[in-house]
């Protein structure tokens, strides 16, 4: 109910009794009014300069999003940059290995097809032909195969065979060097992150005696960069694993279609000797 002035006051019990016989709805309209006016009277005066209110989920979202800025940046940008190169680095190769590590870059049978149907002609020229086209790692082994067999026709199968072997050993290496590279990652970030245990040291050396206020920095930056580093490294690690199962696979593939190329080649060797033996018991024989 609001407050009268005091001259309405005064006057409640003369003029209010006239007024009210002269407008007798004026007590239904102050009736009506009393809380429109008291709630203006309550309401703060609200300034047009103030800027407008941000939604709840936002501003909880820009929190969250500072709060976890913060708190990688307790780590220090020395230690926290290098995480993230790896990290990226790492992302990277992860990429790249999804896109390379394949049997089509390893084995495809479209060129054991051909290699196939090459041989059994006995077309070794075409099969180098073939073999410097395809970017596989049978077609390299292949051609250091035929390149050798070519420029040494007088070689026996084994040293042939040696040098298969030993071209295929150096491609299942380079395979395996390949993904190495997630390992050492897997490996240097966790160290990369114990370097934050420094700070916690350095503030024990400094401290005439060990007390918890002046150790939560250090501790708590000690924590943070070993948090990121395993953060980078279990990842690398996953995808490490799942690489070289991938790889593995591969090189038993390899090695299969390159025991198939080997057996050919025998075969084919074999028959040119026993031709050629042919050959010479005839000429002796006339």
Known sequence: ????????????????????????????????????????????????????????????????????????????????????????????????????????????????NAADALIR???????????NRENECIARIVYKTLDFATKNPTASFDEVREVTEAEGTRQASILNTRISYLNDISRVAPMVGLFGMIKAFESIGKSSGVQHMELAPGVAQALVTTAAGLVVSIPALIFYSIFRGRVQKLIAELEAAMTHIMALLAAQYKRANYRATSRREGAEAE
């Open 1 to 112: 109910m609001i407050e009268l002035p005091s001259a309405v006051c005064r006057l409640q019990g003369q003029s209010l009794f006239r007024m009210n016989l002269r407008f007798p709805f004026l007590p239904i309209l102050l009736a009506l009014f009393s809380p429109i006016l008291t709630f203006a009277e309550e309401a703060p005066a609200t300034s047009p300069e103030m800027p407008p209110e941000v939604p709840p989920a936002a501003a909880e979202t820009l929190e969250a999003a500072q709060s976890i800025l913060d708190y990688l940046l307790e780590g220090g940008a020395f230690l926290m940059i290098p995480l993230a190169a790896l990290s990226f680095i790492a992302v990277l190769l992860i990429i790249f290995y999804s896109f390379t590590i394949r049997r089509g870059a390893v084995v495809s049978d479209k060129f054991m």
């Open 121 to 131: 002609k006995q077309d070794y020229l075409g099969l180098i032909a073939v073999c």
